[in-house]
């Protein structure tokens, strides 16, 4: 803008006009980059309750782009739809590109309209009401993977942390004021990964965050070939631990490498894998969450004599 000047205001840009509406954007990534959380805080200034209508635009930055909306059978290049019916309440839309590479759009609000512009770009349409001294939000997630079912477990994660607490006795939490509609159901219990760490000889240390008592198990897979003639494949497992959780928090999973692990990985240097991981609640149900890293075996610094 002219000057430079920031926050703008009427008097440093003359394009600017107060209506009453504040927009705050933040952004958050976790699961190591895999997940994007975006918030979309509208609040008002003045006092006064406000109607917004905005069009979210939403793009894939990558060829052959077809998507899955909830209740498609499968993925589509949505060529020439302008308008596409999406059901109420929170989703995911899952990307299919070129690679394989999959990636998921969450959203905590259903939008009124989507416009498909191209088969990378289409449009999410938007209108509601900020209340008089209060605030309207819209959440955003995007999700990476490499698998569909990947990109798919990092949507429900989004969906889950959208999820309202409810206090024991019924009553809602209260404040926020948002765009997340009350539960229909029992409230998901859920972890998430809070941060993965590798290190030289293939042990990973995951954090997570568990939402109460349960029980917690990883593992972690690789596939190898069953043959010579690397024609036929298997699943092996290198690596597995259980854990009891006592209560709500962080809990620090490490994870060695067996055998066959330490063995594979000697051979290779480095070693692609699947790191899964399933919370079981005391009561109710829990889920799973998959990530895939690449292990790789430390150089040993040699001395001389």
């Given at each position: 803008m002219p000057g430079g000047a920031f926050?703008?205001?009427p008097s440093n840009c003359t394009n600017v006009v107060t209506d009453g509406v504040r927009l705050d954007h933040s952004a958050d990534l976790i699961d190591n980059g895999a997940l994007s959380l975006v918030d979309e805080q509208f609040t008002s200034t003045d006092g006064a309750?406000?109607?917004v209508d905005a069009w979210f635009r939403q793009s894939a930055y990558a060829g052959n782009a077809q998507w899955r909306f909830p209740g498609d059978p499968g993925?589509?290049?949505?060529?020439?739809v302008v308008g596409k019916t999406v059901p109420g309440g929170?989703?995911?839309a899952l990307l299919s590109t070129i690679g394989p590479a999959y990636g998921s759009l969450s959203w905590s609000e259903a939008p009124d309209a989507v416009r498909f512009q191209e088969p990378?770009?289409?449009s999410m349409h938007y209108r509601f009401t900020v209340p008089a001294g209060g605030s309207h939000v819209l959440h955003f997630a995007y999700g990476s993977s490499f698998t569909a079912d990947g990109a798919a477990a990092l949507g429900a994660e989004a969906l889950a942390k959208w999820q309202p607490v409810v206090a024991p006795g019924g009553g809602g939490g209260g404040g926020g004021g948002g765009s997340t509609p009350p539960p229909t159901g029992p409230a998901k219990l859920r972890a998430r990964f809070a941060g993965v760490k590798s290190g030289g000889n293939g042990t990973v240390a995951v954090t997570l965050n568990a939402p109460g008592a349960g029980n917690l198990s990883a593992s972690e897979t690789a596939v190898v070939p069953r043959t010579a003639a690397k024609k036929r494949?298997?699943?092996l497992?290198?690596?597995?631990?259980?854990?009891?959780v006592g209560r709500a928090g962080n809990v620090k999973l490490v994870l060695k490498l067996n055998r066959k692990g330490r063995k594979l990985l000697r051979s290779k240097h480095r070693l692609p894998v699947t790191l899964s991981v399933t919370y079981k609640p005391t009561a109710g149900s829990g889920n799973k969450l998959t990530r895939h890293l690449t292990l790789r075996l430390?150089?040993?610094r040699r001395h001389p004599r």
């Open positions: 926050p703008p205001s309750a406000h109607t993925f589509s290049d949505y060529m020439g929170p989703a995911t990378r770009l289409f494949t298997r699943k497992t290198v690596s597995s631990l259980r854990r009891k430390r150089k040993q």
